[in-house]
């Protein structure tokens, strides 16, 4: 059984912190990772892909991915009260082309 | 522009009824999948079509049967309703069948069964 697992949080941190977001997962031929935000009520954003060993930068976001490992990261930099959503991690189920989806950790941002 | 768009937003029946929700998507994406969020906000495949074929059917009752007519909509019909089908129910789509680039989600449709 292919699983991606995640803490569930909630993850508390103050406005303008890194806020660090960690993910594994097991099967060792996933290739893609994926970080989709998901506001309480609405549906999950894609906010980050991942494809190769280290580290990728998007605006305040770092994505880190170690596959020796297996294992997956997400860092908010300057932390804002609106980042705070259910953050899904997310690795391809390999053939079948499916996403497997952690069960998300709530991060809170504090004013 | 919706890019992809569930109706009805939200639902609520009673126990035994059929219901259906519906999905369209603009992208044109090759692949479209079910997924179902429990109240504990997992998320978990039920179905993906790539081009009007069935690629994924995992173990859900059969009461949820899903229909393609075409690779732009993917319906779910639903049989004799029980209370534990009570969840978030998304449509999503990606450009291909290996999910390289990620989904694209459609708004949810809340079903309660009462």
């Known amino acids: ?111 | 522009d919706t890019a992809v768009s569930q109706t009805p937003k939200y639902l609520v029946t009673q126990m035994g009824n059929d219901k259906s929700i519906k999905c369209e998507q603009n992208l044109g994406h090759d692949t479209m999948y079910w997924y179902k969020q429990d109240s504990k906000k997992f998320l978990k495949i039920m179905f993906s079509y790539n081009n009007k074929e069935l690629i994924i059917n995992e173990t859900v009752p059969n009461r949820f049967s899903p229909k393609s007519p075409d690779k732009a909509h993917l319906n779910l019909h639903i049989n004799s309703l029980e209370l534990g089908d009570s969840a978030v129910y998304f449509c999503a789509s990606s450009q291909d069948q290996g999910s390289y680039y990620g989904y694209t989600f459609g708004s949810g449709t809340r079903l309660t069964v009462v």
């Open chain 1, 1 to 111: 059984q292919k699983e991606v697992e995640q803490n569930s949080g909630p993850l508390s941190v103050p406005e303008g912190a890194i806020a660090s977001l960690n993910c594994t997962y097991s099967d060792r031929v996933s290739q893609s990772f994926f970080w989709y935000r998901q506001y309480s009520g609405k549906s999950p954003e894609l906010i980050m892909s991942i494809y190769s060993n280290g580290d990728k930068e998007d605006g305040r976001f770092t994505a880190q991915l170690n596959k020796a490992s297996q294992y997956v990261s997400l860092l908010i930099r300057d932390s804002q009260p609106s980042d705070s959503a259910t953050y899904l991690c997310a690795a391809d189920g390999g053939s079948q082309g499916n996403l497997i989806f952690g069960k998300g950790t709530k991060l809170s941002v504090k004013p």
